[in-house]
């Protein structure tokens, strides 16, 4: 494992959690590569390409009343020879455009490779646990 790349990956992933804190559209997918490909909590079972990645941060964004609070708590990083995932647990805490206040933990893990000397993402996985009995999802776990 190279610790320059995994710092290097760490600062990816600190300017992109600003530009979300910022509800900063094309900074916060300006790391996606062409190909990326998305598995997130919410519908469709998955997205392909940068511009639907632009597509599904400018609504997520618009459905919040001011700034996003979003962290990142256990961020695990590991790269090496221009490869790198990293996982850990998003938590993100703001007001719906109704009011309502959204406070929703869940389980990330982003995938990177280095093109052209520059850290981009190539897939991202998040997803939140489900209770079998109910089938419902568990929005209410804490870390």
Not at 53 to 79: C, K, M, P, T, V
Not at 104 to 109: G, K
Request: with cysteine; glycine share 6%.
């Amino acid at each position: 494992m190279s610790e320059f790349e995994t710092a290097e990956i760490r600062q990816l992933v600190e300017d992109r959690l600003e530009a979300i804190r910022a509800k900063d559209v094309e900074r916060s997918t300006s790391m996606m590569t062409a190909d990326y490909l998305l598995f997130d909590v919410v519908d469709p079972l998955q997205s392909k390409g940068a511009s639907a990645a632009s597509n599904r941060a400018q609504e997520w964004f618009a459905s919040f009343q001011g700034l996003i609070g979003y962290e990142i708590h256990d961020l695990q990083i590991s790269a090496s020879n221009g490869v790198g995932f990293s996982h850990g647990l998003n938590h993100v805490s703001a007001t719906k455009l109704d009011g309502n206040p959204l406070d929703m933990w869940w389980r990330a893990t982003v995938c990177y490779r280095k093109i052209e000397g520059r850290w981009q993402i190539t897939h991202e996985h998040n997803s939140v646990p489900f209770d079998v009995n109910s089938g419902k999802a568990s929005l209410d776990l804490k870390p």
